[in-house]
């Protein structure tokens, strides 16, 4: 990460979503930066709000989804949030672009996947058909689908998932932006497929200077690619740390559970554990700490009084109590370990 | 591509058949239709050698006054239908794509287009405007006619623009424009084309209706709807004069709706689920 200005900066971020059921906040309070080049993994299980705030980042929230007012999203120096429509949308794809989850639907059937991937270059670069069509299959190629001239020509139905997941990549990447975001781009796809397309993201990005926001719920990924991670819970990050620091010595009592409930390689255990319990629904957030209900460690504080983010270490910080109680986090880790 | 539908296939052919006999049947049967043969007695004839289908009451070749009702009516229906896909598809991509205040100005005027009955409109509309020719009833057909259309578009192209890859499309740069023109219009061609099929085989039908109180196409221009209307005091006498039409107009309607059910089906386009 460079010393001066990061390439994304986000802070206080917040998307409500205004319901006629009351006010669900999916997004609440969330604030990192992204260095250039850098890769940064987002992880949380389903409803922590890591999706919103990826697509809050481009502002596509849909009503009656609204950034509330106080959030801060600056990239490349400029406040996203002041900026008109028009210049937003000329940004997207061609500063900050998105890889989304689902290969299978998120081509058009009807273009062929040439055809979807020079529109890339024709919304941004003006290019003509020809010129357009011509990067496409570059592209293509670049993220090594063989015969790309050939495979340009097929529509999405004729490619296999990981075949489309390449075409997507190649869609986002096109422009060369600053920063790619990656919502579960090998969620969809097969184990095997899974690290290639890993890889050729890596490889993309690296030739591109890009920086990547991965988001995930596989820590083996996070390993594989981040320098960073932040933990997201319940709308909040709960926890952010360099990722070696993070493996090591996690202090957030969830993000403890969530490696946990990893399978690990020659372990000894016999069965994963799992965090009891499920996320609750973003407009019902316990009092107090967010995490309380399902935390093995949690006492009377934790009901009373939210937590907030404090330092464990230069560059990890924490959103809990136990940070600030050292006793009890002694017992709680020894306890955890036991 | 799958082969398309044997019954698609029968309900285009009885339609294109009746688009041939629009447009060659004049020259085929090269007999003025508003020729009136026997100008002094004006009997109405029995079908015979000169005059297969007979003549009407004012004397004049009932065949060839088919002929050009065919002519009338589908160029009728066709215009009908044109006004309604144009207008039905702008008003519901841009309820759908422009933001949720032009959303609810056209949503409300699709449910009171909807709730008001056609023909009413219609009778009232023709009643204020004096008779109007054939052309400019159609248009306003079309124009009270696209309500229905709006509607399927606006849900269509809702769903779309929510769905995963004019999602993609958007977070690529794509603008509003594209969105509709790329991602939704290409998707809903089965479901268009389907409804500007029945909005076709409405605005016939309507017009026949219309003719019916003598508000329809006005005379001497001969409709379908017209000759039937003609010909419903001899229905006892000489039965041929009103059927000859409603058979020519229940067929194409029938071959219209046909069709519009096929390409609902079949259409490759139809769901989005599906893929080419």
């Not at chain 1, 058909?129 to 570059?138: C, G, K, L, S």
């Amino acid at each position: 990460m460079s010393d001066s200005t990061p390439l994304l900066e986000v802070r206080d971020l917040a998307v409500h979503f205004h319901g006629r059921a009351g006010v669900a906040r999916a997004v609440d309070g969330v604030s990192f930066t992204v260095g250039a080049g850098e890769t940064v993994a987002i992880v949380g299980e389903s409803g922590s709000g890591k999706s919103v705030t990826a697509l809050a980042l481009l502002r596509l929230i849909e009503p009656p989804g609204r950034i509330e007012p106080g959030s801060v999203i600056r990239f490349e120096g400029q406040d996203l949030l002041a900026l008109a429509d028009e210049p937003m949308r000329r940004l997207r794809g061609r500063r900050i672009s998105m890889v989304f989850q689902e290969p299978m639907t998120a081509l058009n059937p009807v273009f062929t996947v040439g055809d979807q991937v020079a529109e890339v270059a024709r919304i941004h670069a003006g290019a003509s058909r020809a010129d357009a069509w011509a990067r496409a299959v570059q592209m293509l190629a670049k993220t090594g689908i063989a015969d790309a001239d050939k495979r340009a020509r097929d529509y999405p139905h004729q490619l296999s998932g990981g075949m489309r997941q390449r075409v997507l990549i190649a869609m986002a990447l096109l422009m060369s932006p600053a920063l790619v975001i990656a919502d579960e781009p090998t969620t969809a796809l097969d184990v095997t497929i899974q690290a290639q397309i890993l890889d050729l993201l890596r490889t993309l990005q690296r030739e591109a200077g890009s920086a990547l926001l991965l988001i995930t719920h596989d820590f083996g990924v996070v390993a594989e690619m981040a320098q960073r991670v932040l933990v997201m819970y319940g709308g909040q990050v709960v926890e952010s740390a360099p990722v070696r620091e993070l493996f090591a010595s996690a202090a957030h009592p969830y993000t403890a559970g969530l490696l946990r409930a990893m399978p690990r390689m020659g372990a000894r255990r016999e069965r994963l554990e799992a965090i009891p319990g499920t996320v609750p629904p973003a407009s019902a957030w316990p009092s107090g700490c967010r995490f309380r209900d399902r935390c093995p460690f949690a006492w009377d504080r934790c009901a009373t009084e939210a937590p907030v983010p404090a330092e464990v270490a230069p560059g990890h910080v924490a959103r809990c109590h136990l940070v600030s109680e050292p006793a009890r986090r002694a017992a709680a880790t020894t306890g955890a370990t036991a | 591509m799958r082969p398309p539908a044997r019954g698609a296939a029968i309900a285009l052919g009885v339609l294109a058949l009746l688009g041939v006999v629009a447009v060659l049947g004049p020259v085929a049967w090269p007999v003025d239709p508003d020729h009136v043969f026997d100008a002094p007695m004006l009997v109405s004839a029995s079908p015979s050698v000169a005059h297969p289908l007979g003549t009407d009451p004012a004397s004049r070749d009932v065949l060839a006054r088919l002929i050009a009702g065919a002519r009338v009516s589908l160029s009728f229906g066709l215009l009908a239908a044109v006004v309604a896909l144009g207008l039905g598809t702008l008003a519901g991509l841009a309820a759908a794509l422009a933001g949720p205040r032009t959303d609810r100005v056209i949503g409300a005027l699709i449910d009171v287009g909807l709730a008001v009955p056609r023909l009413l409109v219609l009778i009232v509309l023709t009643a204020a405007l004096g008779r109007l020719p054939w052309a400019w009833l159609a248009v306003t057909m079309g124009v009270t006619g696209w309500f229905g259309l709006a509607r399927q578009v606006r849900s269509r192209a809702r769903a779309l623009a929510a769905g995963d890859f004019a999602r993609a499309a958007r977070a690529l740069g794509a603008g509003t424009r594209r969105l509709a023109l790329r991602h939704v219009l290409p998707n809903i061609a089965g479901t268009l084309s389907a409804a500007a099929v029945l909005a076709f085989a409405h605005a016939i039908t309507l017009e026949a209706a219309l003719s019916f109180i003598g508000q329809g196409v006005p005379i001497p221009v001969a409709s379908w709807g017209g000759l039937i209307s003609d010909g419903r005091a001899q229905l006892w006498t000489s039965p041929w004069l009103a059927l000859a039409p409603t058979l020519a107009l229940v067929t194409c309607v029938v071959a219209a709706g046909a069709l519009a059910d096929a390409i609902e089906r079949a259409s490759p386009w139809g769901r989005v689920e599906s893929a080419p």
